[in-house]
């Protein structure tokens, strides 16, 4: 099923959109406007925007039962939902000229979702419901464009209400997760080895991962013990992880990758290194890429974060704390890995 497939399939309303971004790429946007036993969709609700992971969809934030998943909670709460797709994932695989053939449609970072999609995205869901603020419930990666973007765009910032983050990630220098190992790869080596287009395509993943080996009884605590080496230890929290890895991997730029791997190397929020002085001059004016202040973000933040998180490291996360200007609520939750915070089976607690 795509995803306003699924959210029917439970019995809730569902619309889909496409946004241009000024860079040209064409997002999906899916909503939520109202719960399941609502049926008056006149009177104007509050937004809740919600953004997914790093290889995710906005299948993230339904792919629980309707009663442990945030996107069909708030929807029942009363909240007009909004869900984004990064650029690169399954439903925004559309460019006004490019082709995903082409390596040029895949020569993106983290950069330019924070600087095209997620203001492209906004915008649209601003003016679409006529709110001047929204609220913006973000996951991982959806936090880094968080933090990247209202720190660096002031207009942005002024249309968000509060900032949700949950497993909230800048640096990830203190990362213990096995995608470390990344860190210890040359860009040319990822390259050779990955590609220079989309990393880990879905097909190899769900259907011969999920589909063929972790839906097998005999090897479903191995599939579940190699999927906390990734996110962290907390397996009995999780439900079927077959339809979490089928749905959930949505795709991303190998260049996207390589962004991370100098993340893990460097251990700052920075723009990503071009590899030359030449060539970041060329980008950005200056012979080092330049660093995303989070001090600058004035957006009240709201910020959730798990003890036994491997990728949002607690270290990291300690680290981020003083930096943020406008924090109103800090949650630790001890026993939380980082996907506990969307597919965990008391995510609804």
Not at 68 to 90: E, H, I, K, P, Q
Not at 200 to 217: D, G, H, R, T
Not at 274 to 297: A, D, T
Request: include cysteine; charge should be neutral.
């Amino acid at each position: 099923m795509n995803v306003s497939e699924m959210i029917s399939y439970w019995g809730y309303p569902s619309e889909t959109y496409e946004v241009v971004t000024e860079d040209g790429y064409i997002l999906q946007l899916n909503q939520i406007p109202h719960g399941k036993s609502e049926t008056n969709n006149l009177a104007q609700k509050p937004v809740m925007f919600l953004q997914h992971g790093l290889l995710q969809t906005a299948s993230a934030w339904i792919l629980n039962l309707p009663n442990n998943s945030l996107g069909f909670l708030l929807a029942d709460a009363g909240y007009d939902v909004w869900m984004g797709n990064s650029r690169g994932n399954t439903w925004s695989r559309k460019h006004v000229y490019l082709h995903t053939d082409s390596k040029k449609f895949w020569a993106f970072t983290f950069d330019e979702l924070i600087k095209y999609d997620l203001p492209a995205s906004v915008d649209f869901v601003v003016k679409k419901t006529g709110q001047n603020q929204i609220y913006y419930v973000v996951f991982s990666q959806g936090t880094i464009m968080g933090f990247g973007g209202f720190s660096t765009n002031p207009q942005l910032a002024e249309k968000i209400k509060i900032y949700f983050a949950l497993a909230p990630v800048t640096t990830v220098k203190y990362m213990t997760s096995v995608f470390r190992v990344l860190g210890y790869i040359s860009p040319l080596k990822f390259k050779i080895l990955f590609g220079e287009k989309e990393f880990l395509p879905k097909a190899f993943v769900s259907k011969i991962i999920a589909q063929n080996v972790c839906n097998q009884e005999l090897l479903d605590e191995v599939c579940n013990n190699l999927f906390s080496l990734i996110t962290g230890y907390n397996p009995k929290n999780l439900n079927e992880l077959d339809i979490y890895i089928t749905q959930n991997i949505g795709g991303t730029s190998v260049l996207n990758m390589i962004h991370y791997r100098q993340s893990i190397r460097t251990g700052k929020f920075q723009a990503y290194d071009w590899g030359s002085i030449f060539q970041n001059i060329l980008h950005y004016n200056q012979p080092i890429p330049p660093l995303y202040h989070v001090e600058n973000m004035m957006v009240p933040t709201a910020m959730w974060s798990g003890g036994r998180d491997n990728l949002a490291n607690p270290i990291d996360v300690k680290n981020l704390v003083p930096k943020i200007s406008n924090l109103i609520y800090d949650k630790k939750i001890p026993h939380y890995s980082h996907i506990d915070f969307l597919s965990g089976l008391d995510a609804y607690t």
